[in-house]
T-cell receptor, first 113, second 118 residues
Framework: EAQVTQNPRYLITVTGKKLTVTCSQN?????MSWYRQDPGLGLRQIYY???????DKGDVPEGYKVSRKEKRNFPLILESPSPNQTSLYFC????????????FGPGTRLLVL | AQTVTQSQPEMSVQEAETVTLSCTYD???????LFWYKQPPSRQMILVIR??????QNATENRFSVNFQKAAKSFSLKISDSQLGDTAMYFC???????????????FGTGTRLTIIP
């Protein structure tokens, strides 16, 4: 089954404790992206990757890091989480063709205390 | 920068009725793509419908159709014969393709929470 998976699905942590949210897709997609969803703001892009070793900032990259060492994986790293990073996070992927649909993972709900 | 506006934070309609969700966007581009995504209580983001700006014909997917008015920069979603399973948050999204690569980020509206009443 074609899918985007994220782990963990739910996470409660404390300020300053480094964490990683994993994202994996099995569709051989070139393009992957991270979004965060906050009430009243919709979804906003954090980082994206056009291919292995190629990443770039989205609209709200502060406080986040990413890496793309393999085509299928695109982890999101919070080096020192803060309460304002409490949010619902989505990973998405697409084939990268012009206007191609992005397929979303199930989301990761993060609470930073 | 592109912006997407959904002016209806919440809507409700009786089961089997038709409902229209509005979306407007602002762009100077001539070639772009528009999407409606559905987010049910499970929080999963599900593609409902996709529209290519250079196509005059409005996209349809079963009970879902759009009214795309390019000059007015309007992209409304019509749900016919609404069902209880249509209860969800609906997001309108805009994508401007990059010339050399193909894909750029989705710019989302703030969403419309739709409730179907039995």
């Amino acid at each position: 089954e074609a899918q985007v998976t994220q782990n963990p699905r739910y996470l409660i942590t404390v300020t300053g404790k480094k964490l990683t949210v994993t994202c994996s897709q099995n569709m051989n997609h070139e393009y992957m992206s991270w979004y965060r969803q906050d009430p009243g703001l919709g979804l906003r892009q954090i980082y994206y990757s056009m291919n292995v070793e190629v990443t770039d900032k989205g609209d709200v990259p502060e406080g986040y890091k990413v890496s793309r060492k393999e085509k299928r994986n695109f982890p999101l790293i919070l080096e020192s989480p803060s309460p304002n990073q409490t949010s619902l996070y989505f990973c998405a992927s697409s084939s990268g063709g012009m206007g191609e649909t992005q397929y979303f993972g199930p989301g990761t709900r993060l609470l930073v205390l | 920068a592109q912006t997407v506006t959904q002016s209806q934070p919440e809507m409700s309609v009786q089961e089997a009725e038709t409902v229209t969700l509005s979306c407007t966007y602002d762009t100077s581009e001539s070639n772009y793509y528009l999407f409606w995504y559905k987010q049910p209580p499970s929080r999963q983001m599900i593609l409902v419908i996709r529209q290519e700006a250079y196509k005059q014909q409005n996209a349809t997917e079963n009970r879902f159709s759009v009214n795309f008015q390019k000059a007015a920069k309007s992209f409304s979603l019509k749900i016919s014969d609404s069902q209880l399973g249509d209860t969800a948050m609906y997001f309108c999204a805009f994508m401007k393709p990059l010339p050399n690569f193909g894909n750029e980020k989705l710019t989302f509206g703030t969403g419309t929470r739709l409730t179907i009443i039995p």
